[in-house]
């Protein structure tokens, strides 16, 4: 997997996270998911380009939402899934909470984490449940917030009345949801340890499930079927991920050379390039390409294979193809302002500006695309704009330090009354307030 400002194809990179957890960025994954929880988000009265969807590289089946509108699914409930009704009934759950309000004692202190910095909160939240201590918590970003996803049964029964609801406002069915709480349920008695950990962050009762399937069977949406676009992305999602996820012989064995199909295709050119294998993958991927230009998935992958592996210039008409065709992707463009800067030429460089600065005011979190930018604005010589995207990373990683010192040194290098002064003064102004990480 590549460094998660990459979001190549699973862009998969992967930044490890406090506990040894890694979030997952990846344009195709996460633009398959939105695609078919968007429906949901709208029906909750929430605007989809306000949300995030992280992926965890977990094998453990759990969801979450954290530090305002941003949706945490493990790869493991994406794997898990048989649907694509089960997973959006899973989100609509999700969106429940934060329709409800139930994160908003907590998202002060989560204001500034960094996505990271929240896994971590959740992660030693969940340990604290199953093992009765908080002492997990206490290391997390520096935050003891022992009350964290620890839902009550009152609020997983709302979020619940409040997905049938988006479902219903939707015109989908709720079965996917009453299954998923069906599997949870013959879950609950095995031991704590044994448990997936949705069931120790979202308490399950008898009554919720009843709830869920009286619903069923009255709602008149209950035999709407998945759609077949859905159904096809959900292939797809678990075609790439298991092949990014998996041991390569794995996924090799699952999908054998005789298997001319798209997903098998996609994923043993993925199992060549993990291994590495270059000069097999590489004519896989140029056959998919051919077969289907207008996909921008399969240039993106084609630029990652060369990138990772040093052929720079190789890999910048790819990513520029793939940036072509999905132009409202931020992580391409992350991935190809990275290409820019490796490049080191000073017009590929004034590119890489534009690009970063473009995608960073959606993905504000990424704070390796803050660390290009910095890069590419000191080569620039403009040793200002430089200081103050090294500020915006500190405090995107939730550094406090860091972010104070380079937006002290900002100010000192910007024209006063400009926007980035402001800017930096701003920045500023909420590393100060952030709890001392350092």
């Given amino acids: 997997m590549t460094a998660i400002c990459l979001a190549a194809a699973v862009a998969v990179a992967t930044r490890p996270a406090v506990a ?7 344009t195709e994954i996460e633009a398959d998911i939105r695609t078919m929880v968007t429906p949901v988000w709208r029906a909750a009265g929430l605007e989809p380009s306000a949300l995030h969807v992280y992926l965890i590289e977990d094998k453990q089946l759990n969801s979450f939402v954290a530090g305002g509108q941003n949706e945490f699914i493990n790869t493991g409930l994406l794997m898990r899934v048989e649907t694509p009704n089960q997973l959006i009934g899973v989100l609509a759950h999700e969106t429940g909470h934060i329709a409800g309000g139930h994160l908003t004692r907590v998202q002060e202190a989560m204001r500034n984490a ?54 219903d406002r939707s015109g989908q069915s709720a079965r996917g949801l009453l299954k998923f709480l069906e599997i949870l349920q013959g879950e609950e008695l095995l031991s704590g340890e044994r448990q997936d950990p949705y069931l120790r962050t979202h308490p399950l009762t008898s009554a919720r499930i009843e709830y869920v399937r009286n ?7 209950s035999n709407v079927p998945d759609t077949p676009g859905n159904i096809e992305l959900l292939k797809r999602i678990k075609a790439k991920l298991g092949a990014f996820t998996s041991p390569p012989s794995a996924t090799l ?14 994923a043993r050119a993925i ?14 991927i140029d056959g998919l390409i ?20 040093g052929r720079i210039a190789e890999a910048r008409q790819p990513y520029e193809d793939a940036v072509r065709l999905a132009p409202a992707a931020p992580l391409l463009r992350i991935s190809l302002a990275q290409v820019y800067v490796e490049s080191n030429d000073p017009k590929l460089n004034k590119r890489a500006i534009a690009y970063l600065n473009d995608a960073l005011r959606t993905e504000d979190k990424e704070t390796t695309a803050w660390h290009l930018l910095a890069t590419a604005y000191g080569r620039d010589n403009q040793l200002g704009m430089a200081a103050l995207a090294l500020a915006e990373e500190g405090l995107s990683a939730g550094k406090k330090k860091d972010a ?6 900002a100010k000192a290098l910007l024209l006063k009354n400009s926007a ?13 307030k952030m709890e001392d990480s350092e």
Avoid at 20 to 26: C, G, H, K, S, Y
Avoid at 256 to 262: A, I, L
Avoid at 272 to 280: A, H, N, T, V
């Fill in 271 to 284: 199992a060549y390039y993990r291994i590495p294998k270059l000069d097999k993958a590489l004519p896989i």
């Fill in 404 to 409: 104070t010192q380079q937006a002290v040194r």
């Fill in 20 to 26: 040894a957890e890694n979030v997952i960025r990846d």
């Fill in 114 to 167: 960094s996505i990271e910095g929240i896994i971590a909160m959740v992660l030693g939240a969940a340990a604290s449940v199953a093992g009765g201590s908080g002492a997990a918590l206490l290391g997390a970003a520096g935050v003891a917030q022992r009350s964290l996803m620890q839902y009550s049964v009152t609020q997983e029964a709302s979020a619940d009345q409040a997905a049938l609801t988006f479902l």
């Fill in 215 to 221: 619903h069923v069977e009255h709602s008149r949406f």
């Fill in 253 to 266: 064995a699952a999908y054998p050379e005789q298997d001319q199909s798209v997903l098998a295709r996609y």
């Fill in 290 to 309: 051919r077969d289907y230009p207008k996909d921008p998935y399969f240039r993106e992958l084609k630029g990652q294979m060369l990138f990772e592996n």
């Fill in 420 to 432: 980035a002064y402001s800017r930096a003064e701003e920045v500023q102004r909420e590393a100060e």
